[in-house]
């Protein structure tokens, strides 16, 4: 890749953000994260270079992470979404008719994520 | 349409931060608080900054109808589905088709017809009762509740999959005695709207000091409460007088016996009339007629009594505030029982 892939993180447990974030940090990307779904929007809507890949949870406070894939989805069509979900959560349904390009179910290994992020920014379908 | 979201709080900006990124979206909604926060005022402000301004916005009361009623005023029926089924009628998702559909006290909802609505949510199809056409329709549902909705899962009273499937924005406002800073904007703005419907000249205004006093007050009801307590004072005047006896109700409520509803603590409609009780829709005499004499009778006693206790029972000054002849005035103190207080003459 030319330059650093640019994700986009949201998660609102203090501790799986910042672990995703530093995570992907130490892969090489250039990371920017939101604790709620509505900052997530913002960064959306105001960030000039765009996003190559947003990762998010989806029980989130206020816009809630099936929100952000669908608003993501018809705004930024091209940009491949990854929802990561606790286990046996209903909105994996919610996730998939949203059309999140892979929902991954906690726990997962951070490895495995950054392999199915860097396939869907390459163009693939991540699995 | 309606009123802006008023206020100054962090709370009311990020509501309406929220309401603007997430109004051209049309993904189902939740809107939760206390009776009188201003649930509907935030739905209407999500529609007119939506695409779909201009098109139907329709609201439905889900507690105030019993379940049958709601499920045919929701979906609609045919000629002939049920005994006085005279005519086909188009259900509120159909008259909402294109807008927004807007269902109040969700909460209330019962499990089967829970299950409809998730039916709707997922397919945007609904069937009338008596049909067999599926209908299609596209419309903006946006729920409000007072409920915890997730307590109420826990207790098996509302659906964990409808939950999710509305709770796609969620929007919560929080009680006026957690936002006091909000309410002087909130007098500003209803001073001006009630001097402009009320027209006369010398309208008592709240001063800052009443205003002052007001920020200190729990406000129960919300700014529905609030509200009142303005169109009160406007009305009547003296607002020292209203702000005071404000604390003074509130402290006979706190550690009292559950307070019987009185004008000063706003209560649902459907407590007011007793929907649950004596005047239940499976009760004998149940009938729209009955239900609201009953309810016209309870708001006249109730506004009768305020002005007779504010005039001292000075009737013909009651009946000039009241905008009724003496002699109207003098019958419907006797018709509807209406009592002086010890020492005075009826």
Not at chain 1, 35 to 64: C, H, M, Q, R, Y
Not at chain 2, 57 to 69: R, T, Y
Not at chain 2, 76 to 100: D, M
Not at chain 2, 124 to 137: A, D, I, V, Y
Request: charged share 25%; net charge negative.
């Amino acid at each position: 890749m030319a330059t650093n892939p640019r994700v986009l993180i949201i998660d609102d447990t203090e501790e799986v953000l910042s672990a995703l974030c530093k995570y992907f940090d130490e892969q090489g990307y250039e990371v920017v994260s939101a604790d709620n779904g509505l900052d997530a929007l913002k960064l959306l809507d105001e960030d000039i270079p765009g996003f190559d890949l947003v990762i998010t949870d989806l029980v989130l406070p206020n816009v809630s992470g099936v929100a952000v894939i669908s608003i993501v989805k018809k705004k930024f069509p091209k940009v491949p979404v990854i929802a990561i979900t606790g286990w046996g959560e209903h909105p994996e349904a919610l996730a998939r008719e949203a059309q999140a390009d892979l929902v991954l179910e906690k726990p997962f290994k951070l490895p495995d994520l950054e392999k199915a992020a860097r396939k869907l920014i390459a163009g693939g379908t991540g699995r | 349409m309606g009123p802006p979201i008023i206020g100054v709080s962090k709370h009311i900006q990020h509501i309406r931060e929220l309401v603007d990124h997430v109004a051209h979206t049309g993904l189902n909604t939740v809107i939760s608080g206390e009776s009188g926060v201003g649930k509907e005022v935030v739905a209407q402000n999500l529609y007119s900054r939506s695409p779909r301004l201009g098109k139907p916005f329709i609201k439905i009361n889900c507690a105030a109808l019993p379940e049958g009623l709601l499920e045919s005023e929701l979906f609609g029926y045919e000629k002939g589905a049920f005994t006085g089924a005279e005519q086909k009628r188009r259900g509120k998702f159909q008259l909402a088709h294109g807008g927004v559909l807007l269902l109040d006290e969700i909460g209330d909802m019962s499990l089967p017809l829970q299950a409809k609505l998730l039916h709707v949510l997922q397919s945007g199809e609904f069937t009338p009762l008596g049909s067999e056409k599926e209908l299609r329709t596209d419309t903006w549902v946006i729920a409000a509740t007072n409920h915890d909705l997730k307590q109420d899962i826990a207790e098996g009273k509302f659906r964990e999959d409808l939950f999710y499937r509305l709770n796609i924005i969620k929007i919560h406002i929080p009680p006026l005695r957690e936002r006091p800073e909000d309410i002087p904007p909130l007098v500003d703005f209803y001073v001006k709207e009630y001097a402009e419907q009320l027209g006369g000249e010398n309208i008592e205004i709240p001063s800052p000091r009443v205003i002052d006093r007001m920020m200190q007050y729990g406000w129960p009801g919300n700014v529905r409460e609030l509200q009142n307590v303005l169109k009160r004072m406007m009305v009547l005047g003296n607002c020292d007088q209203i702000v005071n006896e404000l604390f003074a109700n509130q402290s006979e409520n706190i550690g009292g016996p559950a307070p019987v509803s009185d004008i000063k603590r706003p209560v649902s409609l459907s407590d007011l009339l007793d929907l649950e009780g004596e005047n239940s829709p499976e009760s004998e005499s149940f009938s729209l007629k009955a239900i609201k004499r009953k309810a016209v009778d309870q708001v006249e006693r109730e506004i009768i009594s305020y002005v007779l206790d504010k005039t001292d029972w000075n009737r013909s000054k009651a009946a000039k505030i009241l905008k009724i002849s003496y002699k109207t005035l003098l019958y419907k103190i006797s018709d509807l029982a209406i009592t002086p207080p010890p020492g005075k003459k009826r």
